[in-house]
């Protein structure tokens, strides 16, 4: 009986030391709560065991990098809808575990860190026209990153990263991107079937422009070779007027070989003929 006694006592003290002892891992953080004597210890506990009673508590957090993703909905510029896979990497400054556990407690991701998280990623991305969203994703990514800092400062948390890993669109929004790049392009294709008929116009205003002006040159070259003309003619005539005189007259109509002389005498009704070249009369 009495080893029956033993052996359930060391069970149950077994039970009591393995349910009141605290495992901190590798990369691990602890800080003692004793509520019924020094309350909450400010050094933290490395890795180990730490055995404690049943009415004393250990807060353990974890002091690595962690990485924490959130599906954030936001509006862009052109308030459309853009869905986003956010992350954010943080710790806890392992040195100011005591205040953080006062100020906020082991929840402090949940409490502060998501709701500042999803809130700056909706400010930042709505600064950007929706299509843009995917190409500056770095760019927001970093205004993020400085916007998350900022709001936690003095919460004994550290920020390393934030990174944008998808961006996506709902359907209707997606259907209405590519209607609007149709219609772009259709715009874009008659505005340069536009230019085309506006060159060609202009070339064929050029050429007619050509043809006018040669045919305009040509007509007054043509009108000033008439003038020219008529002016030599003129003065010829002129010259010619001036040097046919009555003697210049007589003169060349008895130089002609042709030339007749009717010479008609007093009290005669018919005239005489004479031919100054005819050898015949010459000689009478």
Same mark, same amino acid.
């Given at each position: ?12 003290l ?13 990369? *691990?953080? =602890? ?5 019924l004597? *020094? ?6 506990l ?6 404690? +009673?049943p009415?004393?508590?250990?807060? &353990?957090?974890?002091?690595r990098w *962690? ?14 809808q ?11 400054? @392992? ?9 906020? =407690?082991?929840?402090?991701y949940a ?7 999803? @809130?700056? &990623?909706?400010?930042v991305?709505? =600064? ?12 927001? +990514?970093g ?5 998350? &800092?900022?709001?936690?400062?003095g ?6 990263n ?8 709902p359907?209707? &929004? ?8 149709a219609?772009? *392009? ?23 422009k050509?043809?006018?002006?040669a045919?305009?040159?040509r +007509?007054?070259?043509?009108?000033? =070779? ?10 010829a005539q ?10 210049y ?19 005669m009704?018919t ?6 070249g ?7």
């Amino acid at each position: 009986m009495i080893r029956i006694t033993m052996r359930s006592f060391a069970v149950a003290l077994l039970l009591l030391t393995t349910a009141c002892g605290t495992t901190i891992q590798p990369g *691990q953080r =602890g800080l003692f709560w004793h509520p019924l004597t *020094q309350g909450l210890s400010q050094e933290p506990l490395k890795d180990g065991y730490y055995w404690r +009673a049943p009415w004393n508590d250990v807060f &353990v957090y974890e002091v690595r990098w *962690q990485s924490h993703t959130e599906d954030i909905d936001a509006l862009s510029a052109d308030d459309l809808q853009v869905l986003i896979k956010a992350a954010i990497i943080l710790r806890p400054i @392992a040195d100011e575990l005591y205040f953080l556990n006062q100020e906020v =407690g082991t929840d402090y991701y949940a409490r502060v860190v998501r709701p500042q998280f999803m @809130a700056a &990623v909706r400010s930042v991305v709505s =600064g950007y026209n929706m299509v843009s969203v995917p190409e500056k994703s770095t760019e927001i +990514a970093g205004k993020v990153r400085a916007v998350v &800092v900022e709001n936690l400062k003095g919460r004994h948390l550290e920020v390393q990263n934030i990174a944008l890993s998808d961006v996506d669109f709902p359907q209707i &929004v997606l259907r209405a991107i590519e209607q609007k790049q149709a219609k772009e *392009q259709e715009k874009e294709q008659k505005e340069f079937e536009l230019t085309i008929a506006a060159k060609d116009a202009e070339i064929a205003r050029t050429r007619a422009k050509g043809e006018g002006d040669a045919i305009r040159i040509r +007509a007054d070259g043509e009108a000033e =070779g008439l003038r020219i003309r008529a002016v030599g003619q003129a003065q010829a005539q002129e010259t010619i007027t001036k040097t046919l005189t009555p003697a210049y007259l007589q003169y060349k109509l008895y130089d002609s070989s042709n030339a007749k002389v009717v010479i008609l005498p007093e009290h005669m009704k018919t005239p005489l003929i004479i031919n100054p070249g005819d050898a015949t009369m010459s000689g009478r």
